[in-house]
């Protein structure tokens, strides 16, 4: 069951604000007792004013290589914000409009901040004060995650002290500065505060969208993997793993009653592969697999291929989009799936090729036809590593990872990856060691808050 409640002051941090509001609006519940925060952290769709807390970034879809837009469509089919985040171009939305992902996850922080500021004062019990606020504090580290990888440089460490981050808030303030915090100033909250509250969540989800020690560890397991700290990405994954390993096996799940090959995956956050569940803010749009990713697939035995896309059922009725979006909608959240290939990755990156590719093999036979099934081998090291890498792209295809992905690859494998979105006649490759890798702010925002440095185009 999905229940909110209205918390009482308005989002207007990045519109700006003339006055604090301190009188009781009428008409509206103010949390008071722990119950009503428990309300508000449970808030699972938007509400009013605010996003509820599961609502995420999705603008990276349109950045990666896993899409492709072709010509006939780039205009018919797509707004021109996605065709902007396509194209690279210096600004991606127009100066009086919002940035939903930017818009969307300080909406989340600021209602954590109020969580964080004021449960521990309510009526109620100890314990459970003390989950919400943990609660709350690992919803603000995802948020936080999130926003400074879209919008701050890949971390690095001899650079991540000046680095330009993101605007840190911990207090639910609706004025005041938003200069930007470093990149390291931003990642040491995530960690520090993740570090803080750990002993005081459950160990596993008591609903996919409650965090717990599960999706603490699995949260810093990705933080870890972000920053290239392999050893520690690899104790929390195993962390994670060690409270929760549920994964399904696509051979046994139903058929979708639409679509003849479809297969009828458990609907968001009833997904019990989900360790904290969070989906993107453009949850639903019309994605069409690049060539270069279907390649990917065993496209006759893959469940992940035959049974999540379909033949587009509109003109010109040829090309796959991938449908599954439509039947649970698209997840950017924490898995068990990605905790497996984290663990794969940093087993192969130790030099462990065994136990590398037997997490690969793991998620393979959950989702490989039975009669089709082999097990993949690895030659060396660096085989299994780029085994583990295609197996992620797989698994993880449309679910917030890929962007990320390449970004870190080319940071630390000196990847040299580029992304070629050339479409309509036109050249658009985005390089590596493009100032294009890092998201622009929307010009609304540093319109109203000038101490908001943009970001070098």
Known sequence: MRTYIYIVALLMLFTSCDDWLDIKPKGKIIPQK?????LLMDQTLSRGESVGIVESYGGDLFLSDDVVI?????????????????????????EEYEDPDWAAIYNQIYMCNVVIAEVKSATGGEDEKNQLYAEAIVHRAFAYLNLVNLYGKHYNPSTAATDLGVPLLI???????????????VYDLILSDLDAVYNDLPNVPEQSY??????????????????????KALSKAEESLSYYNFMYNY??????????????????????????WKEPQ????????????????????????????????????????YLQEYIVGR??????????????????????????????????????????????TATDAADALQKVKQERRRELAYKGSRWFDIKRYNAYDDANISIDHSVAGESHILSPGDNKWVLPIARKYILKNPEIEQNPR
């Open 251 to 276: 051979n046994e799940l139903p058929k979708n009653a639409w679509y003849a090959n479809m297969i009828d995956l458990p609907d968001n956050y009833e997904n019990k592969e989900q360790i904290l």
């Open 34 to 38: 722990v119950e009503d925060y428990r």
């Open 70 to 94: 072709t010509d006939e469509r780039f205009e018919s089919k797509y707004g021109e914000s996605t065709r902007n985040a396509y194209t690279f171009e210096d600004h991606i939305y127009l």
């Open 171 to 185: 207090e639910p303030a609706i004025e005041g500065s938003l200069e930007r915090s470093t990149v390291k100033e």
């Open 331 to 376: 997840t950017c959240g924490l898995s068990v799936p990605e905790m497996i290939l984290t663990r794969a990755e940093c087993y192969a990156r130790k030099g462990n090729v065994s136990d590398a590719m037997s997490d690969v093999n793991l998620i393979r036979q959950n989702r490989i036809k039975t009669e089709a099934y082999t097990e993949l």
């Open 210 to 231: 409650r965090p717990s020690k599960a999706s603490a560890s699995a949260l810093l397991a990705r933080t870890y993997l972000l920053m290239g700290d392999f050893n």
């Open 282 to 321: 453009n949850s639903y749009e019309l994605i069409y697999p690049s060539q270069q990713l279907k390649d990917l697939y065993d496209m006759d035995n893959d469940l992940r291929f035959v049974g999540m896309f379909e033949t587009e059922w509109f003109p010109p009725y040829a090309d796959k989009i």
